[in-house]
C-alpha cells in the first residue's frame, strides 16, 4: 500500500469486540445498557441478564469472568466512533476541508448525549484500574495523532510542534463540549465549535503566509492513501454551510424499511429510484405510503398506552395527495386504533377534506385571517373552527352568537413576537414566538370577548415546538406544562375543555448525530401535564408521518466550475420545493446510483431559473457527480408537493405512489 506521511499507525479503527457470535453480541450490548446506567461498580452478570433478556451463564461462556466481561465493554466503548473519525480526515483534502470534516465528526459526539453517554459514565472507573487505563492512554494518544494530521495547515506547511499542542487541545475541546451538552441538555455546542473552526482557520492562515515548515514529523503508517479530493474552489475559498440541507455519511438517519440503500442504489418502496426516473421521468416525487400508514400507528400506539382519551389529525396542508388520503382515511378502520382526522387552514381544504371522504365533525379548521363568508361556509359543512386572534374570535361571536370553538394559545408572554419563522441551525426544535395565536397576556381579553359574544370555548390548540427530537423533550415537557396552566385557567373561568390539540411536536432524524424521537416519554409528557384536564387529547403529527415518505428525483444537467465552485444544475426551481426557503426545511441530497459513498467534493446545488433565490444547497460534501445522474431530494413528503408552484410557466412535478413495498 501507499505510505502517506503524518496518518497515525495501530488506529483503533475496529471495534475489537465486533466479530463477536450474535448472542455474545446482545450480552455486550445489554452491558454496556447496564454501564450507562449504572457504571462499571454496577456491572454484575444479574444485571446483564436480566437487560439482556438472555441466561447469566452464557455470559460466563463467552467473557469467561466479570473482568473478561469488562474489558469487553471498555474496548467497545472506549473505540465507539474512531472509524467514522478516520474516514472523515483520511477523505478530505488537506486544509479547510480536512479540519471542516474533523470538527463536524466531533461536533456530531457532542450533540448526540444518547450514543456516547457509555464512555463519560466510565472515565472515572477506568482511570482509576491501571489494566483499564490503557486502553484510554491508547485511545487519546492515536486522537492527538490523528488530529495533528487533520489540523495541518496544507500540504505546503508540515506538521509542527506547534500543530501537535493545538491537536491536544482540539481533543480537550472537543470532550469539553460533549461533557457540558451532556450536563445540559439546553446547551447548545454547536456556536463553540463554529468559533473553534474560525480559529483553527486563523491559526492555518498565519502558518500559510508565514511560509512555516516542519519540525515535527510523525511516522507514517500503511493505511491506505486517502483520495485527492477536490473542493472546487481552492485552498483559501471561504465556505458557508448550507441552511438547509444536511450532508451524511455512513448509514444515513432517514433510512427506513421503505427507503434504504441496496447494493448502492436507492430504494423506495423496493423500486429502483434510477429506474424510476428513466420511466417516469425527472422531476418525480415517488412516494412510500406505507411509511405514512406506520408513521400514524406507531403514534396511536404510544398515545393508547398512557389510557388517556385521544386523537390524531393530519394537516392537509402537509399533505393532501388523494393517493396518501386513501391510506390515511382507512386507517383504523379495524378497530385497533382510532381514526384520524383532518387539520384544515382553508374553505378549499375542508372541501377537499369532504370530497375524500371526512365528515364535517371530523375536520377542525383553523383560520387566522378568515372572510365572514369564508367562516360562513366552514360552519355550513359542519367542521370545528379554531381561531388564533383575538379579532377572529370576535367576528364569529358576533355572525354566530353562541357557538362553540376553539382557540390557538401560546405561553409566550412576549412583547415583540417574531415573524420569521426561520429554525434555528442547530437543530429542529423551535419555540415558536409568532403572533398568530392568542397569547397569555391576552387571555384575560379572549375571555371577556367570549363571554360578551355567549361563545363556548371547548378546544385549545398550541404548538410550541417544531420537529422535536429526542434531546429537547425536557423542554418541549415544560411548554407543556405552561400550556397546561393556561387551559387550567379557562376551566377556572367555567369552560369546559373537551380537546387539547398539539401541533407540529414530533421529528424524524435527517442529520448525522440526531436520534429519534422517544415516542413513549413524549407521549408521558402528554400524559403528565394534560392527562388530568379531562379532555382528549389530539395530536397533529403531519411532518412526522409524511416527510420521510417521499423523495424527488431531479436530473443533473450540468456540472460547472464558476469562480471557484463546482455548480450541480438540476431540473428543478425553488418554485417545486418551497419548503427550503420559506419552512426552512431539513433535507438530504443523495446521489441515486451511489446512495451511501463518500463525498470527495463540495458543490452548490442550483436549479433552473435564474433568480438569486434557486440555490438548494452551498458547499454541500457529495460524491462525483456528472452531467445525467439522478440524485434525490430525501425527506420531501410533507409540506413539498402540496405548496408547489410554478415558475416561468413550467410544469409542476409529476408523482407515483405506492401502497406496497417489494
Known amino acids: ?67 473478561g466481561l469488562v474489558e469487553a465493554v471498555v474496548e467497545s466503548i472506549v473505540h465507539q466512533g474512531s472509524p467514522q473519525l478516520l474516514r472523515a480526515t483520511t477523505h478530505a483534502v488537506a486544509g479547510p476541508s480536512r479540519r471542516h470534516a474533523l470538527l463536524e465528526v466531533v461536533g456530531s459526539w457532542a450533540a448526540d448525549r444518547v450514543e456516547y453517554k457509555g464512555y463519560y459514565a466510565i472515565i472515572s472507573e477506568v482511570l482509576q484500574k491501571d489494566e483499564l487505563r490503557e486502553h484510554l492512554r491508547a485511545l487519546f494518544s492515536w486522537y492527538r495523532q490523528l488530529e495533528t494530521y487533520a489540523l495541518s495547515p496544507s500540504p505546503r506547511v508540515g506538521v509542527t510542534g506547534e500543530t501537535a499542542a493545538l491537536a491536544a487541545l482540539s481533543v480537550a475541546i472537543g470532550d469539553g463540549l460533549a461533557l457540558m451538552a451532556l450536563a445540559d441538555e439546553a446547551f447548545d455546542p454547536n456556536p463553540a465549535f463554529g468559533m473553534w473552526e474560525a480559529l ?13 515548515t516542519s519540525d515535527l514529523q510523525h511516522a507514517g503508517s500503511d493505511a491506505p492513501a486517502p483520495p485527492e479530493l477536490d473542493d ?27 427507503l434504504h440503500g441496496r447494493d448502492g442504489r436507492l430504494m423506495i418502496a423496493g423500486r429502483d429510484a434510477l429506474d424510476l426516473a428513466g420511466k417516469h421521468g425527472t422531476p418525480l416525487y415517488v412516494y412510500d405510503v406505507r411509511h405514512v400508514v406506520d408513521q400514524l400507528r406507531r403514534v396511536s400506539s404510544a398515545l393508547g398506552e398512557t389510557g388517556c382519551a385521544y386523537a390524531i389529525r393530519l394537516a392537509l396542508a402537509a399533505q393532501g395527495e388523494p393517493q396518501v388520503l386513501s391510506a390515511v382515511r382507512t386507517f383504523g378502520s379495524n378497530g385497533s386504533e382510532t381514526t384520524v382526522g383532518i387539520q ?18 371530523e375536520i ?34 358576533e355572525h354566530h352568537p353562541g357557538a362553540s370553538v376553539g382557540i390557538c394559545i401560546s405561553p409566550d408572554a412576549c412583547d415583540k413576537p417574531s415573524l420569521s419563522g426561520q429554525a434555528p441551525q442547530s437543530g429542529h426544535a423551535r419555540t415558536l414566538a409568532a403572533p398568530f395565536c392568542i397569547h397569555r397576556q391576552q387571555l384575560d ?60 411536536a414530533l421529528g424524524a432524524p435527517m442529520a448525522r448525530g440526531e436520534r429519534a424521537l422517544n415516542l413513549d416519554r413524549w407521549a408521558a409528557i402528554l400524559k403528565e401535564h394534560l392527562g388530568d384536564l379531562g379532555a382528549t387529547i389530539v395530536v397533529e403529527c403531519s411532518e412526522y408521518a409524511a416527510g420521510n415518505s417521499a423523495i424527488l428525483l431531479s436530473r443533473v444537467i450540468c456540472v ?5 465552485s463546482t455548480l450541480v444544475c438540476l431540473d428543478v426551481d425553488v418554485a417545486m420545493t418551497p419548503a427550503l426557503l420559506f419552512r426552512n426545511e431539513h433535507v438530504a441530497i443523495v446521489k441515486c446510483a451511489a446512495s451511501n459513498a ?14 438569486m433565490t434557486d440555490v438548494f444547497a452551498q458547499d454541500y460534501p457529495f460524491p462525483q457527480v456528472s452531467e445525467g445522474d439522478v440524485v434525490a431530494f430525501v425527506g420531501v413528503g410533507a409540506y413539498w408537493q402540496s405548496a408547489a408552484g410554478t415558475e416561468d410557466l413550467r410544469p409542476s412535478s409529476s408523482a407515483v405512489f405506492f401502497q406496497d413495498r417489494r
Open 598 to 611: 463518500t463525498p470527495i467534493q463540495r458543490v452548490t446545488f442550483i436549479g433552473n431559473t435564474l433568480g
Open 344 to 361: 384544515a387552514s382553508s374553505l378549499h381544504e375542508v372541501e377537499r377534506a369532504l370530497t375524500n371522504g371526512w365528515s364535517g365533525d
Open 200 to 212: 483553527l482557520d486563523q491559526y492555518a492562515s498565519h502558518r500559510e503566509s508565514s511560509g512555516a
Open 364 to 397: 377542525n379548521f383553523i383560520g387566522t385571517s378568515a372572510t365572514d363568508a369564508g367562516l360562513d361556509a366552514v360552519m355550513a359543512h359542519g367542521a370545528r373552527i379554531t381561531v388564533s386572534l383575538l379579532t377572529q374570535l370576535n367576528r364569529v361571536g
Open 1 to 67: 500500500m501507499k505510505r502517506q506521511e503524518g496518518i497515525p499507525g495501530d488506529a483503533p479503527v475496529k471495534d475489537p469486540t465486533q466479530d463477536l457470535p450474535p448472542t455474545a453480541t446482545k450480552l455486550l450490548e445489554a452491558a454496556k445498557v447496564v454501564v450507562t446506567r449504572s457504571g462499571l461498580s454496577g456491572l454484575t452478570f444479574k444485571a446483564v441478564a436480566d437487560e439482556s433478556g438472555e441466561h447469566a451463564s452464557l455470559i460466563r461462556y463467552y467473557f469467561g469472568s466479570k473482568s
Open 445 to 504: 381579553e379572549a375571555l371577556e370577548i367570549a363571554d360578551r359574544r355567549s361563545l363556548s370555548i371547548e378546544a385549545v390548540h398550541f404548538r410550541v415546538a417544531e420537529q422535536t427530537l429526542d434531546g429537547e423533550l425536557s423542554s418541549f415537557s415544560a411548554d407543556v406544562e405552561n400550556v397546561a396552566q393556561m387551559i387550567q385557567q379557562l376551566r377556572d373561568s367555567g369552560y369546559r375543555i373537551k380537546e387539547v390539540s398539539v401541533g407540529g
Open 560 to 564: 460547472e466550475s464558476f469562480l471557484g
Open 232 to 258: 472546487g474552489r481552492g485552498q483559501d475559498a471561504s465556505r458557508t454551510s448550507s441552511q438547509h440541507v444536511l450532508a451524511h455519511t455512513g448509514t444515513p438517519e432517514w433510512t427506513h424499511e421503505g
